[in-house]
């Protein structure tokens, strides 16, 4: 089975704002994913943003800005990123993962849950992305843990034990087969992966997927 992971002492972590996902836009290819990429359209006098093409008019302009005196207005469109240099451990994952996005969604919230049971609450300085590398071999798909604290807290360095992280998965083994939805026929609730993923992937989070997810790995660690 395909898994390991590294401890990065220094790394950089990019995140992307492309705009409303909703609102369509061309395509754009990052770390392997493809993304659609309405962007931004932002004033070129002023700088505010133009939320919906019907709502122009109620567009409110600073007063500097050319077009309160009747010039045409030009918007350009734009893109936010924002990098973080600090510390991260990165997991690779079985090669399911590389094509399933709800495998990676499975994976990524038992890991959510491990680190929150062994942190003993939600750690707030802790986030945790996937990601899938394009190669000629074939792609990869990893999750990072990361710290958002500039520099890292040095919280991290524990995992670089593959003792640690195997009683992380461990501890997110625990919580699922003994979460109160198991009595209750739902797939998964708050207390376990619904209370870990982001809103965008609520609808594709189960409780049965993230743990025969992990099990596969302990079972033959």
Known sequence: TTFGAEMLARATIRRYNLGR????GRRVRIAGAEYSAPG???CAGCGVVREREEAEDRVRHRGYCPSRRGAETDYDTMY????LQTQAVRILLPELAAVDEGERIAFQAALQLGVREDFGGDPHH?????TVESREEGPRAYLVLADT????TGYLDRYADPAALREILE????VLENCICNETGQDGCHHCVLGVVGDADLGSASRDRSLSAIEALLDDW
């Open 21 to 24: 996902p909703a609102s369509g």
């Open 80 to 83: 936010f990123t924002h990098a």
């Open 40 to 42: 931004f359209e932002v």
């Open 149 to 152: 604290v500039p520099g890292g």
């Open 126 to 130: 802790l986030t945790v992305h996937s």
């Open 171 to 174: 501890k997110a083994r625990t």
